[in-house]
């Protein structure tokens, strides 16, 4: 941005009003690439060029790209979100968020006209009809109108039926009426006023006033009964057996809960995902999800106002009562925020953001299916950024140590390639230059011969060695890539088990990482596959090396019996020592005295 473009620019900040509106920016092309809303127009737009309150680059990107400035002033702030949020849609610049749902929801029209029909569509037409949705779930509309169907005789066809028509027999009954599905309107076998009646009740349930039916109906029954009219009361019976069904399918909390609208958020550093739910009467009678690419760090409260506005507008919601996690960017007339802490609303919320979640995961599903190594890049990409890598770690590879109390000490390596295990080149090492339990030294000793081979043999490194310890085992380890001059050739962590620490060389303190995040995922599944390789192996040398011990000659010791002594006193010589005390300790009475006596015996 040249000297001049910036004076500019200067003189139309300065000549901005104090006053709640929307702000758009062109670049030199005369091009809309943002609109904002604000509570103070030359404050909000001022901030963006003071280099103190850069947020990121991307946000100084913008910046540079800003040629000229235009506003609209408003009354409200609310108001300026609304009008943000048409022209948005409108113009679809290019660093405002888009919510992604371009789909043309359904909806469930009651038709103006005489003895009305119900039916789906995806048009709304301006005709007087009453149209109720839109339903994003193609499964909860067709159970509406199954419902419907069931309970109320409706006509299908398209007839004209005006009085007039009907008294002159335009029409004949159709298969419809026949078997049972439509009770003749059209030759007057069905008054308009009983047929009206049935289209309020209708109403009534689409709206989610199941309960106010359901009274209806209990009451009808319950009159044909006391008339001795049990066909009649029977048929409304199944009705409500079938109303009853319904509801109890819907209710999900205290049915007291009514007009409620509930937004449950999962964020990430760059999108997020908000479920809305819509409650009457205890029911969910919509449910919707909505991503968002963030594209200037957009921070969550202002997104959770954008969606609030969005998706009320959308579903037509007028609820007074909005039940959130957390307090969005600006309030909304006549509205009340809801953050739960405990009861029914917080069971709500968390049912919403669950459904968010779900929806994350459905879209990663259905991502990894059509690109299956997008799965594996991700991962990668996600664990290069989190330990703070040089590059994507295609190849790791996990050592652990395994040994009894210094017994039959070995190690074991696993290999992933892309993070998923490469069984193939997993290895074992029996410890050689080591005696005793020294866990640091036997580390050592296996990096150094695993990398001093692929040296000699001019074989691939792999991008990552993890070793299960901290910073004392990663220390052993860093020895041998020092000695074998491949320190900072190929990257090294550690990771200790109490708190799942991450530890780099040459850093104090130890990195903890997001329990939920994938990158902690694979470390844990490298050291349990590499923890649970090496043990293994040595059970099978434990286990051969105890039976060739002096113990198991022992008549009544076996393996385990064996193998406990030898945890104890570490050596056979030493269990010769024990008093007979010692030994009843560890096996017992009966066993003890039986070492005890084998022992002295043959002394």
């Not at 103190?52 to 235009?70: C, F, R």
């Not at 290069?384 to 790791?396: A, C, Q, S, V």
């Not at 192996?537 to 010791?557: A, V, Y």
């Amino acid at each position: 941005m040249s000297k001049n473009d910036k004076q500019h620019l200067q003189l139309i900040i300065k000549n901005l009003p104090d006053q709640p509106g929307i702000y758009q920016y062109f670049d030199k092309n005369g091009v809309i690439i943002y609109i904002g809303k604000a509570k103070n127009i030359k404050k909000r737009v001022s901030s963006y060029f003071n280099k103190d309150k850069y947020q990121s680059a991307k946000l100084k990107i913008l910046v540079q790209k800003i040629e000229d400035i235009k506003y609209v002033v408003v009354n409200t702030e609310f108001d300026a979100l609304l009008l943000e949020n048409n022209l948005i849609k409108k113009y679809q610049p290019r660093y405002n968020i888009l919510l992604k749902d371009d789909k043309t929801y359904p909806w469930i029209c009651i038709k103006k006209e005489p003895f009305p029909r119900v039916f789906s569509t995806r048009n709304m037409v301006k005709d007087g009809s009453t149209y109720f949705g839109p339903y994003p779930s193609g499964k909860m509309l067709h159970a509406l109108l199954t419902l419907i169907k069931e309970l109320f005789p409706l006509r299908t066809c398209k007839l004209n039926l005006e009085q007039s028509k009907i008294d002159d027999s335009k029409y004949k009954v159709c298969l419809e009426y026949h078997i049972g599905n439509c009770l003749g309107p059209c030759v007057g076998k069905q008054l308009l006023k009983n047929y009206n009646k049935n289209v309020e009740e209708i109403k009534e349930i689409l709206k989610g006033n199941v309960n106010s039916i359901i009274k209806k109906f209990f009451n009808q029954m319950m009159a044909h009964a006391d008339k001795m009219e049990f066909e009649e009361a029977q048929e409304i019976k199944e009705k409500l057996e079938l109303l009853k069904n319904y509801q109890g399918k819907s209710t999900v909390v205290n049915p007291k809960i009514d007009k409620v609208d509930v937004f449950g958020v999962l964020d990430s550093e760059n999108e997020t995902f908000i479920n809305y739910l819509r409650i009457l009467n205890g029911a969910i009678i919509q449910a919707h999800t909505v991503e968002i690419q963030k594209k200037l760090d957009e921070p969550v409260e202002e997104l959770l106002s954008i969606v609030i506005v969005e998706l009320r507008q959308q579903f037509n919601s007028h609820s007074k009562e909005i039940i959130v996690p957390f307090l969005p960017s600006m309030p909304i007339p006549d509205t009340e925020f809801t953050i739960p802490k405990i009861g029914d609303k917080k069971h709500l919320l968390e049912l919403s953001e669950r459904n968010a979640k779900f929806f994350k995961l459905e879209k990663a599903k259905k991502m990894d299916l059509v690109d299956p190594e997008r799965h594996s890049n991700r991962i990668l990409n996600r664990m290069m950024k989190d330990l703070r890598l040089k590059k994507t770690p295609k190849i790791i590879e996990c050592f652990d140590n395994s040994n009894l109390q210094g017994s039959y000490p070995v190690a074991a390596m696993v290999q992933f390639i892309n993070a998923k295990p490469n069984k193939k080149a997993y290895r074992h090492f029996n410890i050689k230059t080591v005696e005793g339990p020294n866990d640091y030294a036997s580390m050592t000793e296996i990096i150094y011969r695993r990398y001093k081979r692929l040296q000699d043999e001019e074989k691939d490194l792999p991008d990552l060695i993890v070793v299960d310890g901290g910073k004392g085992q990663l220390n052993a380890a860093l020895k041998s890539l020092d000695d074998l001059d491949l320190r900072g050739e190929i990257a090294i962590i550690g990771i200790a088990k109490r708190l799942e620490e991450i530890y780099f060389p040459s850093d104090p303190l130890p990195l903890y990482i997001d329990k939920t995040s994938e990158t902690l995922k694979i470390i844990q599944q490298l050291r349990d596959e590499a923890h649970r390789f090496g043990i293994t192996f040595h059970r099978k040398k434990r286990d051969k090396g105890t039976i060739q011990t002096e113990l198991t000659n022992i008549k009544g010791i076996g393996t385990n019996t064996a193998e406990t002594l030898l945890k104890k006193f570490k050596s056979v010589k030493r269990i010769k020592d024990a008093t007979l005390e010692q030994l009843q300790s560890e096996i017992g009475k009966s066993k003890g005295k039986t070492v005890f006596d084998y022992f002295n015996i043959r002394k």
